[in-house]
């Protein structure tokens, strides 16, 4: 906020060297000091309406269409909206002020005519594929259906899903038009990966299948410019590492050229050569090529630090704009983009774990046992495919034991079955009744003198989100009633709150407002009346807000198990870093960002021991799916990876702190070698 007018002049200056010095026809994309709004900003706003701060204020930036070297972008924020914003920018959406200052000449020129005339219009030429609607187009009425081996007649396969042709009855003309040339769909599918599942049905992919299937099918509609909204979330570390190649292979042959979002914790892969860092308040803080832009977050992140060890030991708290420097900045340096001084070294992780965490939890009894577990669908093993080593001998299967009071991480490559795995501990997966499991000491088929345990039982006893519950969860529910729906059967039916739940939500709801309250601008702090939770809808919140609130309804009720599968994907930086605080001590600390480093502290309402929501208790157990070191809770102690299906037998493990200080334990994981 400080520097934004020398900045601006910075980033443009910064648009205008990289472009006299590059050779290139006319821009695919020109914009020309625009500034951009979601709505009119003469717009009358109703007293509950969202905020309409401009966006990108004076923006000037060129995407060439041909450059000499290639120039690959990406935009650079720690906010998910301003990134998505961006990328909607690019492709002729959102309002520009003036609206001459961004144009699309190279999409007006007779090349693109004869091409295709319908690349004339911005929103056909340049794809967009975001992965907020996540599963959506991957179908399925409930969430057993992705686990059954029968599908409807009417599921469409991936192939179909590809074309596009998905309707029950295509004309000839559909079928015509979109059937795509057989070599480009061979070329696509192959690149992806995607050989083996091209017949089955996509609502039985796995989440990192699905992300690739979206991207495939966006490569066939053959745009211009194709712009992937963090394409990396979800995806493990060797997919990422494989799309990344292919991406760059694409935009190498600008067919099409490739615009990415990018978080701050992902890997920025190296063939990006120009970056837009812009931050959560909209503005761009510079912009150009990649190295010049790195050189500028490597000096305010190094002025940050050395102002907070002129400061230390004063506990001084940051301005928002500083802590998000910060935390880019220490992204940046930590995954070797730049090195830099660092005056502070945080002591606790950010949900409050030492290094090196001697605490013992008391571990009880069992209360999921699978042994000898094997997921067949037809001939096709998706888990327990090995034999495993059990007290000393091979057996078939999986065999696993979780206990009360431990906290399991869940890991493997995509499509290794981990989700598989958790529906059968949430008993989602029809095949719970003929699978060797037991969850709460019962199997679900009742056994002679032993009644089977019935699915509302286990799930009254569970909490649970992921990105199926997500792509499921009813739309039109109010945020309260989202929360509430944790004491009901299903989010539909009525909850059954007493006293004590209807505390929990209110506390949430007070502690998350600046998160789920979208009529509150940033700074702003709560006024205390929750009207807004009321009246707004869980359809109507951004993806980061949807998913806290589901994260919310996972834990509020501290239920014996606690499942977050992928649960803090999509989230914002610092809002993750607030609900991973919140999973492990509830109300009773909060994390202040001083000149030490993000601190979690004992909060006002502890000291005042009014906590009504506390983090997990010893008789709960947790298990977390996570494909991003940042996204793996500080409490994770014990872990399992699962093998690619007939590639050998899971990994066990055992850490002794949070994975979040330093790569070794991260590495251990995924049997990496030292870096
Ligand atoms: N109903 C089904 N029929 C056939 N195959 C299925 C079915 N459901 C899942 N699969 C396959 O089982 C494998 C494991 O899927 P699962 O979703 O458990 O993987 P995952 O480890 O959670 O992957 P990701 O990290 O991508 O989310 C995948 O190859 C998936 O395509």
């Known amino acids: 906020m400080r520097r934004t007018p020398t900045l601006f002049f910075a980033a443009s200056r910064c648009a205008r060297l990289s472009c006299t010095r590059r050779r290139y026809s006319e821009p695919i994309v020109r914009i020309t000091n625009g500034t951009f709004y979601r709505r009119h900003p003469a717009s009358k706003l109703e007293h509950d309406a969202a905020p309409n701060p401009p966006l ?51 999409l007006l020129t007779e090349e693109i005519n004869s091409k295709n ?114 394409p990396f979330i979800g995806l493990d570390p060797f997919v990422s590492q494989h799309i990344s190649q292919v991406l760059h292979r694409l935009a190498e042959a600008n067919a099409p050229r490739i615009v990415l979002s990018l978080r701050p914790q992902d890997v920025i892969p190296p063939w990006i050569t120009h970056v837009v860092y812009a931050g959560e ?63 502070q070294v945080s002591k606790l992780s950010c949900d409050g774990y030492e290094k090196l965490d001697k605490t013992s939890p008391k571990i009880r009894e069992p209360i999921v046992e699978m042994e000898g577990v094997r997921v067949k669908y ?10 495993q080593d059990v007290d000393g001998s091979e057996k078939d299967g999986l065999w696993w034991t979780v206990r009360r009071g431990e906290r399991w991480g869940i890991f493997g490559a995509n499509g ?10 949430t008993s989602d997966h029809p095949q719970t009744y003929s699978a060797p499991v037991k969850i709460f000491q019962r199997s679900r088929l009742p056994a002679p003198g032993v009644p089977g345990i019935t699915i509302f039982d286990i799930q009254s006893r569970m909490g649970h989100s992921s990105p199926e519950v997500h792509a499921l969860f009813p739309k039109n529910l109010s945020i309260r009633r989202s929360l509430e729906s944790t004491w009901s059967d299903t989010p539909i039916t009525k909850p059954r709150l007493d006293a004590e739940a209807s505390n929990r ?57 606690v499942i977050l599968d992928e ?84 990994r066990f493990g055992r850490f002794d702190g949070p994975v979040e200080f330093g790569y070794e334990r991260w590495n251990e994981i995924w049997d990496w070698p030292e870096r």
Not at 307 to 331: I, N, P, Q, T, W
Not at 505 to 520: D, H, I
Not at 610 to 621: D, I, N, R, S, T
């Open 56 to 106: 990108f204020p004076d923006l000037s930036l060129s995407l060439p269409s041909f450059a000499t070297p290639n120039q690959h972008w990406a935009i650079l924020s720690p906010s998910s909206n301003i990134r998505t914003a961006f990328l909607q920018i690019l492709r002729g959406q959102l309002l520009c002020f003036p609206p001459t200052a961004r144009s699309f000449p190279y």
């Open 117 to 230: 005339p319908k690349l004339r219009f911005p929103e056909r030429a340049i794809e967009y594929v975001g992965f907020d609607v996540e599963r959506k187009p991957f179908g399925g009425a409930y969430l057993s259906a992705r686990y059954e081996s029968r599908v409807e007649e009417t599921d469409f396969t991936l192939a179909h899903y590809l074309t596009g042709i998905v309707g029950m009855n295509p004309g000839e003309e559909v079928i015509k038009e979109k059937t795509p040339e057989p070599d480009v769909m061979r070329k696509v599918v192959r690149d992806l990966e995607l050989e083996r599942f091209l017949e089955k049905p996509v609502s039985t992919l796995s989440n990192g299948q699905s992300r690739r299937a979206r991207i495939g099918k966006a490569l066939l509609m053959r745009p211009e410019v194709l712009c992937l909204d963090a």
């Open 281 to 343: 308040d909209g503005k761009v803080d510079a912009l150009g090529p990649k190295e010049e832009v790195f050189q500028y977050l490597k000096r305010e992140y190094e002025e940050i630090e050395i102002s907070m060890s002129a400061r230390a030991g004063k506990g001084h708290e940051l301005d928002s704009k500083l802590v998000e420097l910060r935390e880019v900045g220490r992204h940046l340096s930590e995954r070797g983009d730049f090195e830099a001084y660092s005056a």
């Open 378 to 387: 037809g001939t096709n093993s998706v888990l327990g495919d090995w034999q």
């Open 416 to 425: 290794s079955g981990k989700t598989t795995l958790l529906s059968l501990v």
């Open 505 to 561: 939500v209110e506390a949430c709801l007070k502690w998350f407002e600046a998160e789920l309250n979208p009529t509150l601008k940033d700074g702003e702090t709560s006024s205390g009346n929750l009207a807004w939770a009321s009246h707004f809808m869980f359809g109507e919140l951004s993806f980061s807000a949807q998913r806290v609130l589901l994260f919310l309804r996972a834990t509020i009720s501290n239920p014996d198990i």
């Open 567 to 650: 649960a803090f994907s999509g989230m914002d930086d610092l809002v993750r870093d607030k609900c991973l605080l919140f999973l492990s001590r509830g109300e009773s600390m909060e994390l202040h960002y001083t000149n030490a480093g993000p601190s979690p502290v004992e909060s006002s309402i502890a000291k005042k021991g009014k906590v009504v929501v506390p983090g997990l208790q010893e008789h709960q157990a947790f298990l977390c799916v996570s494909h991003s070191r940042q996204e793996v809770p500080g409490c994770i102690r014990e872990w399992v990876c699962l093998p690619e299906p007939g590639i050998g037998q899971p």
